[in-house]
């Protein structure tokens, strides 16, 4: 059973920082990207950022220069540095991992269980 776990969020004032891990067990099969998507109460799930094995990354425009996503293969793991944070980032963070197409559409994809991250004003 393929399985992402999350880990990191929590509750932090405006302004500081928080970092995410999402480790995906040994049985996730061939995947090319890893990323977070959030969401907020009556909100839609949002791609946060993403990063393909080609080095590709994405990044949703209001969390550009603030947040991080980065990568270890060799333990499956992808991250999410978020320095800065506003109390507009308050919401459940979801960690996606999947075989997607060049146009970063998935042909399968996988969800963690979500973790909360609230920041204060």
């Given at each position: 059973?393929?399985?992402?776990?999350?880990?990191?969020?929590?509750?932090?004032?405006?302004?500081?920082?928080?970092?995410?891990?999402?480790?995906?067990?040994?049985?996730?099969?061939?995947?090319?990207?890893?990323?977070?998507?959030r969401?907020?109460?009556?909100?839609?799930?949002?791609?946060?950022?993403?990063?393909?094995?080609?080095?590709?990354?994405?990044?949703?425009?209001?969390?550009?220069?603030?947040?991080?996503?980065?990568?270890?293969?060799?333990k499956?793991?992808?991250?999410?540095?978020?320095?800065?944070?506003?109390?507009?980032?308050?919401?459940?963070?979801?960690?996606?991992?999947?075989?997607?197409?060049?146009m970063?559409?998935?042909?399968?994809d996988?969800?963690?269980?979500?973790?909360?991250?609230?920041?204060?004003?």
């Amino acid at each position: 059973q393929v399985q992402l776990v999350e880990s990191g969020g929590g509750w932090v004032q405006a302004g500081g920082s928080l970092r995410l891990s999402c480790v995906a067990s040994a049985t996730i099969p061939a995947i090319n990207v890893m990323g977070w998507y959030r969401q907020a109460p009556g909100n839609e799930r949002e791609l946060v950022a993403a990063t393909k094995n080609d080095g590709r990354i994405k990044y949703l425009d209001s969390v550009k220069g603030r947040f991080t996503v980065s990568r270890d293969n060799a333990k499956n793991t992808v991250y999410l540095q978020m320095n800065s944070l506003k109390p507009e980032d308050t919401a459940v963070y979801y960690c996606n991992a999947g075989l997607f197409n060049s146009m970063w559409e998935p042909f399968y994809d996988y969800w963690g269980q979500g973790t909360q991250v609230t920041v204060s004003s």
